[in-house]
């Protein structure tokens, strides 16, 4: 059974950093490319960042470009997602995400509030 527990979320105040975890099972994580996404209070859920299966290739949302930095310790079956630099606007539920086998798979979720 997959399954994806992500953690590390919190209040943080504006310019700060924080490093949120994802950590997977159920599967061959080495094998599959993994994303962040992230729903603000009454928005959709979009995409954040996209890592490969071997963590050689990465790509990011504009609005996060610069900032986040997604990796993956895949001996450890765990995604990771940096955050520097964080706005009130990256205030979110963040989740990590996965699609096996043509099915699509996601965690719980942590909560980011960036606030003064």
């Known amino acids: 059974q997959v399954q994806l527990v992500e953690s590390g979320g919190g209040l943080v105040q504006p310019g700060g950093s924080l490093t949120l975890s994802c950590t997977a099972s159920?599967?061959?994580?080495?094998?599959?490319?993994m994303n962040w996404y992230r729903q603000a209070p009454g928005k959709e859920r979009e995409w954040v960042a996209t890592?490969?299966?071997?963590?050689?290739?990465?790509n990011y949302a504009d609005s996060v470009k610069g900032r986040f930095t997604i990796s993956r310790t895949n001996f450890k079956s765990t995604l990771y997602l940096q955050m520097r630099s964080l706005k009130p606007e990256d205030t979110a539920v963040y989740y990590c995400?996965?699609?096996?086998?043509?099915?699509?798979?996601w965690g719980q979720g942590t909560q980011v509030t960036v606030s003064s």
């Open positions: 890592v490969t299966s071997t963590g050689g290739s990465s």
């Open positions: 159920g599967f061959t994580f080495s094998r599959y490319t």
């Open positions: 995400n996965t699609m096996v086998f043509m099915n699509n798979y």
